[in-house]
């Protein structure tokens, strides 16, 4: 019989959105095959390390801010931003997980490929071209992020 951990990895690795997890101490705890995929990166090398060594330097101050505001607020969602990530349109979702206690568990980023939605917008004349993102081989990586 499979384990509840097991099948739920598993699922989870099997849709087609990219997901990744981050813990209350800033660390990566999961990262599904698709999120790999869509990010260019092995899920097995992104878990465990911080959530702030996947973005530059210069953006450290920006990404604690951002994860911050999560962490005060049980009802706080980010939704739908389109980004350019390497040359890939994507659509990032981010949702706040708090314990019935109110305790802040982390934080979860839902990744969706948008080169339809792009598409269909740029035929419109209503997109607006994005800032370009990249972590990997296109932005700084870092050996270690203040705690």
């Known amino acids: 019989m499979v384990g509840t951990l097991e099948l739920l ?3 989870l690795n099997s849709i087609d959105v990219g997901m ?3 813990d209350p101490g800033d660390r990566i705890v999961f990262f599904n095959r698709e999120a790999g ?3 260019n990166e092995k899920p097995e090398e992104r878990i465990g390390q911080s959530i702030l060594l996947c973005h530059p330097q210069t953006s450290e101050e920006k990404v604690r801010e951002f994860i911050d505001s999560f962490r005060k607020d049980s009802e706080h969602r980010f939704e739908r ?6 040359g890939r349109y994507l659509e990032e979702d981010f949702f706040s997980v708090f314990d019935k206690d109110g305790k802040y ?3 979860v980023e839902l990744l969706y ?3 339809e939605k792009v598409s269909l917008l740029k035929q419109l004349g209503k997109f607006k ?5 990249g972590v990997g081989s296109k932005a700084p990586q870092r050996l270690s992020a203040k705690p």
């Open 9 to 11: 990895q598993n699922m």
């Open 20 to 22: 990744v997890v981050i």
């Open 37 to 39: 995929r869509m990010l």
């Open 81 to 86: 931003q389109i980004l350019n990530y390497q």
């Open 105 to 107: 568990l982390g934080l």
């Open 113 to 115: 490929d948008a080169r």
């Open 129 to 133: 071209e994005p800032h370009v993102s």
